[in-house]
């Protein structure tokens, strides 16, 4: 869609220079807490898929990378979202395939993060 649907000073500026040869660089979203999570702990398990899939789609299309974000009004403790936010990266610097990285990755974080013996 072009810049020039909207009538802001910035969107019609933009709009005015879409003709030039300006670089633009993609990124997928994924999010590691969204409505429907629970108080306490975010769904690890379909927040999992969501970021290694991003992060493996930006990875084969060849895209400037992923943002893992949070879609929640409330936040869990940074501490419940560290297994979620360490798929990303590995993946995005080829160390896994997506995968991989819900195999190997995700359950040596929840063992890290949670103190949890396996």
């Given at each position: 869609m072009p810049w020039g649907a909207g009538t802001s000073p910035l969107t019609r500026e933009m709009a005015c220079s879409s003709s030039?040869?300006?670089?633009?660089?993609?990124?997928?979203?994924s999010?590691?807490?969204?409505?429907?999570?629970?108080?306490?702990?975010?769904?690890i398990a379909a927040h999992a898929d969501n970021i290694a899939g991003a992060a493996g789609?930006?990875?084969?299309?060849?895209?400037?990378g992923c943002c893992v974000t949070n879609w929640a009004i409330r936040l869990n403790t940074w501490?419940?979202?560290v297994p979620l936010l360490q798929l990303a990266p590995v993946i995005l610097r080829g160390e896994r395939t997506p995968d991989e990285a819900?195999?190997?990755v995700?359950?040596?974080?929840?063992?890290?993060?949670?103190?949890?013996i396996s």
């Amino acid at each position: 869609m072009p810049w020039g649907a909207g009538t802001s000073p910035l969107t019609r500026e933009m709009a005015c220079s879409s003709s030039r040869a300006v670089p633009v660089f993609l990124l997928l979203c994924s999010a590691a807490r969204s409505a429907g999570d629970s108080f306490f702990l975010p769904r690890i398990a379909a927040h999992a898929d969501n970021i290694a899939g991003a992060a493996g789609k930006a990875v084969s299309a060849g895209l400037a990378g992923c943002c893992v974000t949070n879609w929640a009004i409330r936040l869990n403790t940074w501490e419940t979202q560290v297994p979620l936010l360490q798929l990303a990266p590995v993946i995005l610097r080829g160390e896994r395939t997506p995968d991989e990285a819900l195999r190997e990755v995700l359950p040596e974080e929840r063992r890290e993060a949670f103190r949890l013996i396996s």
